[in-house]
């Protein structure tokens, strides 16, 4: 597994962004993949996950409402639609990848991203 994450950046409050996180590797096509993030002085945080067919997707209380995952397999990619962003989502956003093909934990990932910035101004 080799994951490359794209598509941060700078954007005001209320707007969107989209990342998208691909297995270069090609080997996450029956695992969990996901999202976490870490702000500056503060822990990782889990932001969301989708099991190994698309299913299933779980999200941070957080980002409830506001961010859609998905995943395309042929093209072994994830993705993280973001709307309505706000400042407190300003952080560095990591995919990663579960052997696990139900559930993604920041325990049980397996491998990481280098991570994307997203900032988000007021």
């Known amino acids: 597994v080799q994951l490359q994450a794209y598509g941060g950046g700078l954007v005001q409050a209320g707007g969107p962004l989209r990342l998208s996180c691909t297995d270069s590797?090609?080997?996450?096509?029956?695992?969990?993949m996901g999202w976490f993030r870490q702000a500056p002085g503060k822990e990782r945080e889990f932001v969301a996950a989708v099991n190994w067919d698309g299913g299933s997707p779980n999200y941070a209380d957080s980002v409830k409402g506001r961010f859609t995952i998905s995943r395309d397999n042929a093209k072994n990619t994830v993705y993280l639609q973001m709307n309505n962003l706000k400042p407190e989502d300003t952080a560095r956003y990591y995919c990663?990848?579960?052997?696990?093909?139900?559930?993604?934990?920041?325990?049980?990932?397996?491998?990481w991203g280098h991570g994307t910035q997203v900032t988000v101004s007021s």
């Open positions: 590797g090609r080997a996450s096509s029956t695992a969990s």
């Open positions: 990663a990848v579960s052997r696990n093909p139900m559930v993604l934990t920041a325990d049980n990932a397996s491998s």
